[in-house]
């Protein structure tokens, strides 16, 4: 089978360079093994919120200029950032997803704990703050079903009254909710998600819900409506006459597997081979250029592209392997920026930057992966799965993950 461009890993960043080289006459295949990091996704995609020597950003365009390669934002340049920032929330309305925010300046959205988080941006069912302190509301309704423990309305609630809003809990009694509380691992979000799929359903949330709503300015509630598509939450926003501020929960994410399942979907629109379900386990390599993969489901069918795009994610996906004494990339044996001394790679304090977060692939500035210091000549690698940043402590996970990959594409477009 023969290919433009093969992505391995159907995440965020390999959808997003997919669809930007479908668009731009590609021919692509994905090859993914399975659920990726947007099942846990907050809702929202962070650029840079902290430099890596701690100091908060505000403005996170003009914050580019202090990184320095190999931050891969320092490679691809603010210059293109800035032009990513306006293309890709448009990309995103052609797949049906609409985002708000800028990176001129982040904004805060919830977090699934009811604190705010420094953001770039945010699905647009969720409510966005300019300000973390300043809530537009006195009085808000807290509303959960009996048994949903992975919505933490105590905390949540103490968030609230912290921020000066009064919260009043509700908990609403619904006999299809109740139904999966007899096995306790049934009562998990994409479930409850899936009984609001009927709109008569919605309905008798509805009914139970109104008369507790009264005096409130805002109705506060999971994240537990379309897992694939917006309608029903569309739906219960335009029926229950307050505004409603859906909280993610904690995973999966709803809004999360939704999304992923609009970027598949449109990557398929646009005439991309998905191949879900399946591993690249091994590759042909001769001249330092990658000649074909293999695959689990394909045993010895060669997979061949003119381009190869590494795209499998961080530890948390297995695009990189941890051993007690080494960390390796598994399909082609790249090189792997990680510290020789392994009580290096962390630090007991928990909330302190960990260093293994910076651990990925080590690539050249324009994201050719290196093999024993020497370039691939067609393979990149894109996300998460590159080293030079840390997601968690820079808060910069999504925006790594879809500029390395817009570049990418739109260097491979060039070439063409
Ligand atoms: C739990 C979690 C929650 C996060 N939440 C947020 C958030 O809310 N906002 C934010 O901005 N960032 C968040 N991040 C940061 C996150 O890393 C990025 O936002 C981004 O989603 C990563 O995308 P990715 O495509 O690089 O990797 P992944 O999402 O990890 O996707 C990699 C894909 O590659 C596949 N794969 C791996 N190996 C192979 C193989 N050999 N063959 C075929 N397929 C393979 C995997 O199955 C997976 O589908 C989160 C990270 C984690 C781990």
Known sequence: MKFDTIIIGGGLAGLVCGIRLQEGGHKCAMVSTGQSALHFSSGSFDLLATLPDGTPVEHPLEAMSRLESPHPYARIGADNIARYDREFPEMMKRAGIGLTGSATRNHYHFTPMGTMKKTWLTLDEFVTFDEPSRLPWHRVVLVNFPGFLDFYTKFIADEFEKAGVSCTPVQVTLPFIEKL???????????????????????ELLRELKP???????????????????????????????????LATMPPSVPGIRMQQQLTKHFVHLGGTFMLG???????????????????????????ADHYILATGSFFSRGIIARPDSVYEPIFDLDVFYD??????????????????TFGVMT?????????????????????????????????????????????ADSLLNDK
């Open 181 to 203: 509380r007899s096995n306790p691992t049934e009562m998990r979000s994409a479930n409850i998600a899936r009984t609001f799929d009927s709109t008569g359903h919605i309905d």
């Open 212 to 246: 507790h709503c009264g005096e409130a300015d805002a109705v506060v509630m999971p994240a537990v409506f379309g897992l694939s598509s917006p309608a029903p939450l569309e739906y219960l926003k335009e029926q229950l006459g307050k505004p409603l501020c859906p």
């Open 278 to 304: 399946d591993t690249v386990d091994r590759a042909d390599i001769e001249n330092n250029e990658v000649k074909a993969v293999y695959t689990t489901n394909h045993a010895d069918i060669r997979l061949t």
């Open 340 to 357: 020789t001394d392994r009580s290096k790679w962390y630090d007991a304090d928990v909330f302190a930057p960990q260093r293994y977060m």
């Open 364 to 408: 050249t500035d324009s994201f050719r992966a290196l093999r024993k210091g020497v370039e691939l000549t067609n393979l990149h690698a894109v996300g998460s799965v590159l080293s030079g940043h840390n997601a968690l402590h820079e808060g910069c996970g999504g925006g790594v993950s879809i500029m390395s990959a817009l570049h990418v």
